[in-house]
């Protein structure tokens, strides 16, 4: 079946402007991951859901940022007031959760704030 | 002391040899590892998953887990030229469904 899905690939966009990132885990997983990498780093965690509840948005960075699942598809992360530190890869992955723990991750959304 | 912890590298082998990748864990509670390849400007892409003591063969790669000394290593057999990547170590963290990335091994097979 097909994998992760992100869109945009890529998103340049300006200093103090709203995004949007989108996420289409795999049919059936109900376990839904937002990273984000900066140039030449590791994987930082910002938020996961279990369905559409959200138990750990512990990585989120600030307030600027917040995400939301529909159901146990699409999810968005929101990036509000976009600062030029926020320029990183934004990574999806997903998992079936309760019976395998196996992320799969998409393709990413790079974005880049000028 | 960082949670997951991997050597960041370069580690150069010859085509043909045994690559060696390692990472250490603080949680000693973890009980799901992972193993990621990641080439230059594309996503992770899982290589293979552990879960119990002792080692786990997939083809090339065989990934070994020691939960009492807390340490997961991923070895490549007959590295090839196109197993130059990072690879990261992940751990899933108890009672959770999140997991800890390490910041990866950069790995160069020379031709």
């Known amino acids: 079946g097909a994998g992760v899905s992100q869109s945009p690939s890529n998103k340049v966009t300006e200093k103090g402007k709203d995004v949007e990132l989108r996420c289409d885990p795999i049919?059936?997983?109900?376990?839904l991951y937002w990273y984000r990498q900066r140039l030449g780093q590791g994987l930082e965690f910002l938020i996961y859901?279990?369905?559409?509840?959200?138990?750990?948005k512990s990585g989120l960075p600030s307030d600027r940022f917040s995400a939301e699942r529909t159901g146990e598809s699409v999810s968005t992360l929101t990036i509000q007031r976009t600062q030029q530190e926020d320029s990183a890869v934004y990574l999806c992955?997903?998992?079936?959760?309760?019976?395998?723990?196996?992320?799969?991750f998409g393709p990413g959304t790079r974005l880049t704030v000028t | 002391q960082k949670e997951v912890e991997q050597n960041s590298g370069p580690l150069s082998v010859p085509e043909g040899a045994i690559a060696s990748l390692n990472c250490t864990y603080s949680d000693r509670g973890s009980q799901s590892f992972f193993w990621y390849r990641q080439y230059s400007g594309k996503s992770p892409e899982l290589i293979m998953s552990?879960?119990?003591?002792g080692d786990k063969e997939d083809g090339r790669f065989t990934a070994q887990l020691n939960k009492a000394s807390q340490y997961v290593s991923l070895l490549i057999r007959d590295s090839q030229p196109s197993d130059s990547a990072t690879y990261l170590c992940a751990v899933r963290r108890t009672g959770t469904y999140k997991y800890i990335f390490g910041t990866g091994t950069r790995l160069k097979v020379l031709a």
């Open positions: 049919s059936g997983h109900t376990a």
């Open positions: 552990i879960y119990s003591n």
């Open positions: 992955a997903s998992s079936l959760g309760t019976l395998t723990y196996e992320q799969y």
């Open positions: 859901f279990q369905g559409n509840s959200a138990p750990d």
